[in-house]
């Protein structure tokens, strides 16, 4: 019998970790009440179900890859390096101060906030550029779900001025 030798089986992980979420958009897009947001002939399933398919379609041929003997090649440099703490804590922390503050303060503001947070700690140091991308981030997202989606945001502080 012909054994299939795995050297990294951390990389079935990733497969596991696909293939979960996939079922787990899946089983959740399935069981969500489509007539509440229904707002035309392509309804709020279609995009879950889309993810979901590619999702499990990386899954396949990711584990078809590493079953023929395929494997993650470190990148120039990677090797020994160690992670960027700093930037990881920093982006999480922005994520959930937004989490934390979107329903008080509304999305504009805590979005711009989250996407300043995270420009900042990716390096850049050109104050007033970021604080114009990200305010006009934020704005622009919030008419797109708004408008083009029919989802509403909180508007928080900004209430009647949006």
Same mark, same amino acid.
């Given at each position: ?44 399933? =279609?995009?879950?179900?889309?993810? !979901?398919?590619? *999702? %499990?379609?990386? @899954? #396949?041929?990711?584990? &078809? ?21 700093? =930037?990881?804590?920093?982006?999480? !922390?922005?994520? *959930? %101060?937004?989490? @934390? #503050?979107?329903?008080? &303060? ?57």
């Amino acid at each position: 019998m012909n054994r299939i030798h795995v050297k990294r089986r951390s990389e079935f992980i990733v497969v596991a970790l696909l293939a979960g979420f996939a079922g787990l958009l899946f089983w959740d897009t399935i069981n969500a009440p489509a007539d509440v947001m229904q707002r035309g002939p392509v309804g709020p399933q =279609t995009m879950p179900f889309v993810v !979901a398919s590619l *999702l %499990l379609l990386c @899954a #396949v041929i990711l584990a &078809v890859d590493l079953l023929r003997g395929g494997q993650g090649k470190p990148e120039e440099g990677e090797a020994g390096e160690r992670s960027d703490w700093k =930037t990881c804590g920093i982006i999480a !922390a922005a994520v *959930l %101060l937004t989490a @934390a #503050v979107m329903e008080s &303060v509304g999305w504009v503001v805590a979005g711009g906030v989250m996407f300043y947070l995270c420009v900042y700690a990716f390096g850049s140091r050109h104050y007033i550029r970021d604080f114009v991308v990200s305010a006009g981030m934020a704005v622009g997202s919030f008419y797109l779900f708004f408008s083009g989606l029919g989802i509403p945001l909180p508007a928080g502080l900004l209430q009647g001025v949006l």
